[in-house]
């Protein structure tokens, strides 16, 4: 057996569990490491769940229970859940992201559930699920399948099972259909439990119990544009342990694509852009708990590699799909833009000419003016995630890949681009992408800066579309050198950029005590757009010299 990989049970096992609580393979998170190995192909009888959750308050409870969207079947009686939530005294659980909890509902039977996250890059709502009865409120790893049990310990090791904290929520469920899909949805109201602190808890969770996925999102866009709900991918579990722990959480870079060898492009562009959605919202939880410029930035690169994607594919998949969802993720970038420049503005003074010119009281009364601009913009942004339009976007989108929406814009022979090996796109959207940075960057040191805002555009292009089919060449030559290369020239060329948005900003400042620092800021850029073009020569050369990695 391989260390740390629960492997599936027994194929004869199969039809004894139909009548029982289903159990199945469980592949969790390989332990963490400075380089984590990427994950491997999910096995396709991999058991999940398929679940969108939402937050509120009490007020926002109050009116989904009375909404005419969420009516359904007659509800069932309230019902008091009893959560207890166990893991090795130093979290062995918590740190492969898995959750083992047992649960009483009422006077029933307790069941013991053990949750993952699935192989399956960017599947954001769907989540590996195992569930069995228990004869107790206590954890008996030998209760699950063999195999099941045997990985279990492989991750536990000889540690006890310690309960770490408990979650008691009264919940009403409906039953409704839309579409294909049968929906139950859970109304929550209650508390997370940790020693003796206690966290309120409410939240509306739709489970697709069975038809399509693509049913159940639209269904949840439309919730989340009518009712005061909040989109939030952050489990119990993982708000329990953050809460336990008085843990903030961080910010998240974007995961290596790893397409697998033999993937077509059909697959590549479903794991592309949910993996363009999962970047984005592993994002909202940090934004909404600290000012984390991290957080911003992040969102933003999610939201501009998913826009730099879909201009790839919409060349060779004719989608109006692809652009009107390029468009929705620009706007919500582009709200996210004065906060990210207010981080970036703040970084270059207290990094720079803060450390090097006169006394620091010089500077605070421009940094107490970009502060407040700061501190509204990021007021603008937790409030952007908050409202209906960011949550609509995300499980439309959703939606859009589950069903796969962009087959239905070719026909005929236009089908076999989407069967064809991934490698085949990649190699020419990035030789075009090539050509393009080429083109535009002839002379580039003498360009002006709106040309060089356009080679830039280009380069981020280049080296996002590098960034998602690398390993469909990981055979031929590492990829590293030359996105390494192209992210250089980009940041070169954003000098001028940062220098064009300093000066917009201290044009701003009206502040007599603040002229001082603002004149050296804008010195300080200017010196930094002429060091950068000292190096742009050298680096572009050195660029242009390069054999790409495609080839």
């Known amino acids: 057996m391989i260390e740390s990989e629960i492997l599936p049970p027994a194929e004869s096992q199969a039809e004894a569990k139909q009548a029982e609580p289903k159990q199945a393979e469980l592949k969790p998170e390989p332990p963490a490491a400075e380089t984590p190995a990427p994950a491997p192909r999910p096995a396709p009888r991999e058991p999940k769940e398929v679940e969108v959750k939402f937050t509120t308050d009490s007020e926002g409870l109050a009116a989904a229970l009375a909404s005419p969207l969420l009516r359904g079947n007659e509800p069932s009686p309230a019902r008091k859940l009893v959560s207890i939530y166990f893991d090795t005294p130093d979290w062995d659980l918590k740190k492969r992201k898995m959750a083992l909890r047992v649960r009483r509902a009422g006077r ?11 192989q399956t890059a960017g599947d954001v709502f769907a989540r590996g699920e195992i569930e069995i009865r228990a004869p107790k409120m206590e954890p008996d790893i030998a209760l699950f399948d063999a195999d099941v049990a045997e990985g279990l310990r492989q991750v536990v090791g000889e540690a006890p099972l310690e309960a770490k904290y408990e979650t008691r929520v009264s919940r009403v469920t409906r039953l409704v259909t839309r579409g294909s899909a049968q929906i139950e949805i859970a109304f929550d109201d209650g508390a997370i439990r940790a020693g003796e602190s206690e966290l309120p808890l409410r ?8 038809g399509l996925p693509q049913d159940l999102y639209d269904f949840a866009a439309t919730l989340a544009e009518a009712l005061p709900l909040r989109l939030d991918i952050v489990s119990k579990a993982e708000r329990a342990s953050a809460f336990c722990n008085g843990a903030i959480p961080k910010p998240v870079k974007a995961k290596a694509a790893n397409l697998p060898a033999d993937a077509n492009l059909d697959e590549a562009i479903a794991r592309i852009i949910l993996g363009a959605i999962d970047h984005y919202l592993a994002n909202w939880a940090s934004l909404r708990a600290s000012d984390d410029p991290e957080s911003i930035h992040q969102m933003r690169v999610a939201l501009r590699r998913l826009r730099s994607a879909l201009g790839m594919l919409k060349r060779v998949v004719p989608c109006p799909e692809f652009e009107a969802f390029r468009e929705e993720a620009k706007i919500l970038a582009t709200a996210l833009g004065p906060a990210r420049d207010s981080d970036a503005l703040r970084e270059l003074i207290e990094d720079g000419p803060m450390g090097h010119f006169g006394d620091k009281k010089d500077f605070a009364p421009l940094l107490d003016a970009l502060e407040e601009r700061r501190a509204a913009a990021y007021a603008e942004s937790r409030a952007l995630i908050a409202s209906p339009a960011p949550s609509a976007f995300v499980l439309r989108l959703s939606a859009f890949v589950a069903r796969r929406g ?13 069967t064809e090996p991934v490698a085949v796109f990649a190699a020419s959207a990035l030789d075009r992408l090539h050509k393009r940075v080429l083109k535009r960057g002839k002379k580039l040191v003498t360009l002006p800066d709106e040309q060089r805002h356009e080679v830039r555009i280009a380069l981020k292009n280049l080296r996002y579309g590098g960034e998602f089919f690398a390993s469909c060449f990981a055979d031929l030559r590492d990829s590293g050198p030359f996105l390494r290369a192209a992210a250089t020239l980009q940041g070169l060329l954003g000098a001028h950029n940062d220098a064009a948005t300093a000066d917009h900003f201290l044009s701003q400042s009206h502040a007599t005590e603040a002229a001082r620092a603002a004149g050296l800021v804008s010195g300080w850029y200017a010196r930094g757009a002429i060091i950068a073009d000292e190096s742009l020569a050298r680096e572009w050369k050195r660029f242009k010299n390069m054999r790409p990695f495609w080839r």
């Open 203 to 210: 939240e509306v969770e739709l489970e697709l119990k069975s």
């Open 108 to 118: 029933g039977a307790p069941m013991m559930t053990l949750k993952w996250p699935l």
């Open 406 to 418: 962009w087959r239905n814009a070719v026909t005929g022979m236009e089908l076999t681009t989407l």
